[in-house]
């Protein structure tokens, strides 16, 4: 498809909130939540977490401390998250002369964060070590339903096991589960919990083949794993679907559940030679209630599709390197980010490739001795758009070309907010502005988070996949970096900004036109 760039973007307007200090009103953490007309997010100023709800006129409702103690006892923050007029939180503590970890709960009113009693136990399970084992929480699309699982602590050669609660909206018990599975630890991989509009829960994981034939499969060029989607209910009517691509090298599946009743979607990438090689996009529709496979689609990306922005010394190159190899040619480490449900019934797979790696630098001191450095790469590049036709087959792919590194700094900077308005979509992400002038088979530059040459790009891909690449901010905003991976859309589709500049930062929202 084609991509074309223009300089100031027509297509959106930013209204902005005031400067704010992290000294003062605290330092941003994160979004946890979002409505129709307001923004749920966690600060932190000293040794105090603030919650704070924030409205669509960027004006902060309150900003109220979250206390963390109960019963002289300090608990670490598992989660927030807001369920019809009440916001939830989780935390937890280890015992260690108990040798429990245990989940406790407070509920608070949505309006001004009025606690509705103290901290109450929810669960629990037995662990000597305190980073041994997890707690996550999960809300179903239509909020009826709040999963609470607890990945309990590794045991050698033992049968993988886990425990399910899944409560109500008021937080009543609805069911409960230890669940132990027919696979050891080492053989499988959990990758996602979720639960349904009816109370069930959803795990997608990942199975190993046995040591001897997963060898054997590696040598065959063969897939040596296969994704399992489990469902569990407090009827005990357990499933194991197992997705069979035969010799694709699946990766990423992704669920999308409905808020009504609708097809369980799922997508992913697939490699033809490796698990971390992309050759092409597949799609799968499950029945809601039997969640069986209805219909399935695979689609290999072309050649030019892969090397598009590649500049002519990186094409001839990688060409070369599948010939000698006698392979097809791939893309590299791609996850799959959000699938986003089309009115038609259709669907939109969103990826980006994603990666770290570490470098080591050493030197010899004064003393003779030596000491050596250690630097974390975070690589965020081109997002794959993938358009999925009612029908459930794949209609056309699109990219959009970006390059992000950064170091040391957990990627914060990196990646890319995401939007939906009509038939459109739209990115916003930072990256250098000469990108912008850059169209396929140039060679685009990594993005310059601090300098002048800063932007934010906000990329529309239209229902056909055409792309478009313009600047989001005047050129007096350029000071201002975004932090992608907290912009949000609220139900009105506005998309809520954070953005700093040094040690200020402000809020901003964007409306699409």
Known sequence: MASLAQPKTQRATVAWGPDLNERETGEFNRVFSQSADAVYMILNRKKELLVQKMNGALQSQYSKVLSLEWDKKDLELEDLTLVGDRILAFASFHDKKEHQRTLCMRTFGESNMSPEGSWTKLVQFDSRKASSGSFGVEVSPNRKHVLVYINLPYEKDAPEKFKLHVFSASMTPEWDREITLP?????????????????????????????????????????????HI???????????????????????????????????????????????????????????????????????????????????????????????????????????????????????????????????????????????????????????????????DIQWATTIPKRQHTANDGGFFSSYGLAVKGS??????????????????????????????????????????????????????????????????????????????????????????
């Not at 050891?184 to 919990?193: C, Q, V």
């Not at 369980?264 to 050759?279: A, D, P, T």
């Open 424 to 513: 459109n979509l739209y990115f916003v992400y930072n990256d250098n502005g000469e990108n912008l002038f850059l169209s396929a088979g140039d060679k685009f530059k990594r993005t310059d988070f601090q300098g002048k040459s800063s932007i934010v790009t906000l990329a529309t891909v239209s229902i056909d996949g055409h792309v478009t690449r313009e600047a989001l901010f005047d050129p007096e905003k350029r000071d201002l970096i975004l932090r992608p991976k907290s912009c949000r859309q609220l139900e009105d589709d506005r998309m809520f900004l954070y953005a700093t500049r040094k040690k200020d930062y402000k809020f901003g929202m964007v409306s699409f036109l």
């Open 183 to 227: 696979y050891t630890d080492k053989e499988f991989r959990f990758e996602d919990y979720r639960v349904d509009n009816k109370g069930d829960a959803l795990l997608i994981g990942v199975k190993y083949a046995e040591k001897r034939e997963a060898r054997e499969k590696k040598r065959a060029g063969k897939s040596h794993y296969d994704y």
């Open 230 to 392: 489990l469902t569990y209910s407090g009827s005990g009517s357990d499933q194991d679907h197992t997705i069979k691509a035969g010799d694709r090298f699946l990766q990423d599946l992704t669920l999308s559940l409905d808020t009504g009743n609708a097809e369980i979607l799922c997508g992913g990438f697939y490699g033809v030679k490796g698990e971390s090689k992309v050759r092409g996009a597949f799609f799968l529709s499950l029945d809601p209630v039997t969640k069986a496979v209805k219909h399935e689609s695979y689609k290999a990306f072309t050649d030019d599709f892969i090397t598009q922005y590649m500049t002519a010394k990186e094409e001839s190159k990688a060409k070369k390197k599948a010939e000698r190899k006698d392979e097809e040619l791939e893309l590299y480490e791609y996850e799959l980010s959000d699938i986003v449900r089309r009115d038609d019934g259709g669907a939109v797979l969103v990826g980006e490739q994603v990666y770290t790696y570490t470098t080591t630098t050493c030197y010899t001191t004064q003393g003779g001795g030596q000491q050596c450095t250690t630097t974390f790469h975070y690589i965020y590049n081109d997002i794959i758009v993938v358009n999925i036709d009612p029908k459930g």
